[in-house]
């Protein structure tokens, strides 16, 4: 793109910034106990001031109130979100509609921010307004160049009161391979090596099980000190009894498909695709999400037994995969 087509279009996607997306929407239904039991399955959430009236009656509460991150549950559209790509209906599908007819046809969820000021209870009706809050400079990523879109969704219930906050931001990028392809790149040094792999997130939280799985080759599960109960994926804090002293146990790798999924699209560059993503009944009790090699997605069932192999990137990250046991 030469400079003064990306100056243009910089200006064009900059007239989003503080713009609502689109008119608020009201959730379909007001905060309600089927919706709630719903996901709290979906979730394997069992908290008894969210499903159980009497429990709940002896809460700080008083009744049954919903789980602050089903915040954004209340008001999903569903599948018709989905639709309409090619003739946008909001000021956010256009702007992602320009940036895809420039070149950034990839898109990623990079991170979200939310805040809850109080539970919700039963009967009150969720509206959200969602704001193009900010728009980056281009910048360089290792899934490829393009903008970090955030969007801030304000909630509040049928008086207007505020009940939370939202605020999301992805990643527009032109595809790394794409960039290769493209004529003005140039040169040949302008034409990279196969990429990596999107590395995941690593914080104080969970940096240290990935430095282990390198450094010991072994598949490390976190252990509450204060009860033994075993928790994936690792965080600071134990849900029985809420201690936050911990170590951890090297699992034997050894575990049973619990459920997956074969992802043929979207593509991101250093995968081999298609992927099958798999949930995996670790035999020590804890579950975690894995990708299953050297197994035709075909021949993927529930219940397949598999044992955990590390594999190295070609820049050196270690991960741990499954394939068929045995
Ligand atoms: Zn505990």
Partial sequence: MS??????????????????????????????????????????????????????????FGEIVAPPTMLQAWVMEGWAMHEGYDEPKNEQHRLHKL?????????LGTNTEEHY?????LGETVTALTVIDEISEEKATGAGIGYFITTKTSFTNQDGEDVGSMSFRVLRFKPAQA??????????????????RIKPP?????????EKVAAE??????????????????????????SQEWDSIQASGKGTIHTFTVIHYPQFPGY???????????????????????????DCVIGMPVEMVIQEDEDGFKIPFFRPAG
């Fill in 3 to 60: 400079d003064e087509k990306k100056k243009a279009l910089e200006a064009e996607i900059r007239s989003y910034v503080g713009k609502p997306i689109g008119p608020p929407v009201t959730g379909r239904d007001p905060v309600n106990e089927p919706m709630l039991r719903q996901w709290c399955d979906a979730m394997g959430e069992s908290h008894p001031a969210y499903l159980d009236a009497e429990a709940a009656k002896k809460t700080v």
């Fill in 99 to 107: 940036l895809a007819d420039h070149g950034y046809t990839g898109v």
């Fill in 117 to 121: 000021p109080r539970y919700l209870k």
């Fill in 179 to 196: 960039q290769k392809a493209a004529p003005e790149s140039g040169t040949d040094a302008a034409v990279a090596q196969k990429p990596s």
């Fill in 202 to 210: 690593m914080g104080r939280d969970n940096g240290w099980w990935w």
């Fill in 217 to 242: 080759d072994c598949l490390p599960i976190q252990r509450c000190k204060g009860c033994q109960k075993l928790r994936h994926p690792p965080r600071p804090m134990c849900d029985v009894c809420g």
């Fill in 272 to 298: 081999d695709y298609p992927i099958v993503s798999i949930i995996v009944d670790l035999e020590e009790g804890e579950r975690m999400a894995s990708t299953l090699v050297d197994c035709k997605p075909e």
